[in-house]
């Protein structure tokens, strides 16, 4: 079946523009993340969906920073005012259910570039 | 309060063997085990939960130390295919959904 899907896979934009990064997750499943991921480091958490709600949106950098979800699928990230440092892979993952025992299906990614 | 893992990066013979460590600061309620090849997505191996439950691959063991806070991935008869960046993911809180992850150890794999 189809998994994670992001797009778009690639953007450039220059400092100070509006950004918008969308995630659909597989179908059925009611959590959804989003990560950061700057060159050759680790996955930064940034905030976290159970069904359309947030209840932990404590990885936001700064509230440039936010992000919905709409009829417990599709998901978007919006930085505003872009920054240099905003530069970074961002991945979204989605799973089953908030259980216990749950593996989270990332996408591939969209890579932000800011100039 | 990332985890810490050890090695940061280890280079192999295919058919030998690697331990991969990550440690936390804080107690642990699971611990995930993910890799990522260069230019892909991170992809779910393992999850280990407090009181010795866990689900993953059959060719990948991985052992909890609730008391240490630590875990370790054991990869044993190294395939080329194992070549990748191998993440930790904790978890602190039951049902918190939210993991911090290492920085990963990045495994090379050479014929």
């Known amino acids: 079946g189809a998994g994670v899907s992001q797009s778009p896979s690639n953007k450039v934009t220059e400092k100070g523009k509006d950004v918008e990064l969308r995630c659909d997750p597989i179908?059925?499943?009611?959590?959804l993340y989003w990560y950061r991921q700057s060159l050759g480091q680790g996955l930064e958490f940034l905030i976290y969906f159970q069904g359309n709600s947030a209840p932990d949106k404590s990885g936001l950098p700064s509230d440039r920073f936010s992000a919905e979800r709409t009829g417990g699928s599709v998901s978007t990230l919006t930085i505003q005012r872009t920054q240099q440092e905003d530069s970074a892979v961002y991945l979204c993952a989605s799973s089953l259910v908030g259980g216990e025992i749950y593996e989270q299906y990332f996408g591939p990614g969209t890579r932000l570039t800011v100039t | 309060q990332q985890p810490v893992q050890s090695p940061q990066a280890v280079i192999l013979r295919e058919g030998e063997d690697a331990v991969i460590n990550c440690s936390s600061s804080k107690a642990l309620y699971s611990v995930h085990w993910y890799r990522q090849k260069h230019g892909e997505a991170p992809v779910f191996l393992m999850i280990?939960?407090?009181?010795?439950e866990q689900k993953g691959h059959d060719k990948i063991s991985a052992s909890f130390n609730e008391k240490k806070q630590q875990s370790s991935l054991y990869l044993t008869a190294s395939q080329l295919s194992y070549s990748g960046t191998y993440f930790c993911g904790t978890e602190w809180i039951q049902g918190a959904q939210k993991l911090v992850f290492g920085q990963g150890t990045r495994l090379t794999i050479n014929p």
């Open positions: 280990l939960l407090k009181g010795g």
């Open positions: 179908s059925g499943h009611t959590a």
